[in-house]
């Protein structure tokens, strides 16, 4: 009987250390980042905190419109752990988003971060699409001032809806977020993924894939 006691006591133990692994809060006020340490952790090295300045924790530029003059007709700006070393540890960050007129922020993830998006200017529709086997599309149609989720790792994407320029604030759930464009990242690779292999996968024919390697 004790043995079968210690054995469940032992299962819930781990049940319960599975449950809550996740990043750990922070053990101190702050960690500014050393980001030239040569020392490698999951993260960044921390400045001695008693050589913290203001500067640590600030950003400046965000009021500045992005450079849209490109071929999807948008640019992200963000704020994260590279632009504000004193994030480093935090678990939040921020980005910038400007639309010219029918701009895109194509399909992409954020591996490490849930999004939360709020238009400040224009009309913009966004969407996410859930995993497998469903593959469901949730989309809106966004208004100045509305506010819209895209869950953590989930392919998503914006594009202005309006006549004018858009603009957008997205506020994420880690430091350092990362972002994979999934059009860059499948035919955009280095090296690239064989062409047999995305022939086979997006079921076109080879010729397909080679000009679409040679865009990205």
Request: net charge negative.
């Amino acid at each position: 009987m004790a043995t079968r006691s210690y054995f469940l006591l032992g299962m819930l133990a781990l049940t319960c250390s599975l449950a809550f692994a996740s990043d750990p809060s922070p053990l101190q006020d702050f960690c500014v980042a050393v980001p030239n340490s040569q020392v490698l952790v999951n993260g960044f090295v921390c400045k001695d905190p008693k050589l913290a300045q203001a500067d640590d924790f600030f950003f400046t530029g965000l009021d500045k419109p992005g450079n849209t003059s490109n071929q999807l007709g948008s640019k992200v700006t963000p704020v994260n752990v590279v632009q504000i070393a004193g994030l480093n540890t935090l678990g939040i960050s921020m980005a910038r988003i400007d639309f010219a007129p029918y701009g895109l922020n194509p399909p992409h993830t954020h591996p490490r971060a849930t999004e939360i998006l709020t238009v400040l200017e224009g009309t913009l529709y966004v969407g996410f699409v859930t995993s497998n086997p469903d593959n469901r599309l949730i989309t809106k149609v966004l208004q100045k001032g509305d506010v819209f989720v895209f869950p953590e790792g989930l392919i998503h994407f914006q594009r202005n809806a309006g006549y004018g320029n858009a603009i957008a604030i997205a506020a994420l759930s880690s430091q350092n977020p990362e972002v994979i464009t999934i059009a860059n990242a499948v035919f955009g690779s280095n090296p690239p993924i064989s062409d047999d292999v995305l022939a086979k996968a997006f079921q076109v024919d080879k010729k397909v894939v080679d000009y679409l390697q040679s865009v990205f």
